[in-house]
T-cell receptor, first 121, second 110 residues
């Protein structure tokens, strides 16, 4: 199946610094990618939809100036957490749609990265 | 927005036991999916099941869309089944935007 690579797997940073997380579709082109956040022992919450060549759309309550998303190519979306604070510490997961994948259900086209654990000191 | 509740929140099983996990959703959905999140955080697709019943080895799932619930059955559990199980639904009118359930944390012991 399709592979979505996410880097780094974990990152520790000081409060006030910015951190960039990459999400790459390795063997398919993804016009649409999604970013989720998961706090410890909680569910995944959709943060934003990343659209190649256009601005990301953010879910209600997500600060677009704090979580910058760039989807400059068909295989790469990046999430930058700007001026990170301890409350931003979380597990971030991306997913990508493979429009070329076969299957009758839309979700057979959806693949997830392995996640990034962010710890802000 | 749509609410997706899972039960039980936590489950401890002895290896070899069977279990049933439940997912209730508050509104009509286009699609429903079950995931297993392993201890390293990786999400693994288990089933796409907007309706009906599917089986894959020791796992099976049933969705009754008219009654807004889905069940995941795990038979002859193994320690490798440990982790968190999520159901997720596709929001009406969207494509691939998922609303995840509250999760069931499963621990299988020897």
């Amino acid at each position: 199946g399709a592979v979505v690579s996410q880097h780094p797997s974990w990152v520790i940073c000081k409060s006030g610094t910015s951190v960039k997380i990459e999400c790459r579709s390795l063997d398919f082109q993804a016009t649409t990618m999604f970013w989720y956040r998961q706090f410890p022992k909680q569910s995944l919450m959709l943060m934003a939809t990343s659209n190649e060549g256009s601005k990301a759309t953010y879910e209600q309550g997500v600060e677009k100036d704090k979580f910058l998303i760039n989807h400059a190519s068909l295989t790469l979306s990046t999430l930058t957490v700007t001026s990170a604070h301890p409350e931003d510490s979380s597990f971030y997961i991306c997913s990508a749609r493979d429009e070329g994948a076969t299957g009758i259900y839309g979700w057979e086209k959806l693949f997830f990265g392995s996640g990034t654990q962010l710890s802000v000191l | 927005g749509i609410q997706v509740e899972q039960s039980p929140p936590d489950l401890i099983l002895q290896e070899g036991a069977n279990s049933t996990l439940r997912c209730n959703f508050s509104d009509s959905v286009n699609n429903l999916q079950w995931f297993h999140q392993n201890p390293w955080g990786q999400l693994i697709n288990l089933f796409y099941i907007p309706s009906g019943t599917k089986q894959n080895g020791r796992l099976s799932a049933t969705t009754v869309a008219t009654e807004r619930y889905s069940l995941l059955y795990i038979s002859s559990s193994q320690t490798t089944d440990s982790g968190v199980y999520f159901c997720a639904v596709e929001r009406p009118g969207t494509a691939s935007k998922l609303t995840f359930g509250t999760g069931t944390r499963l621990q299988v012991t020897l």
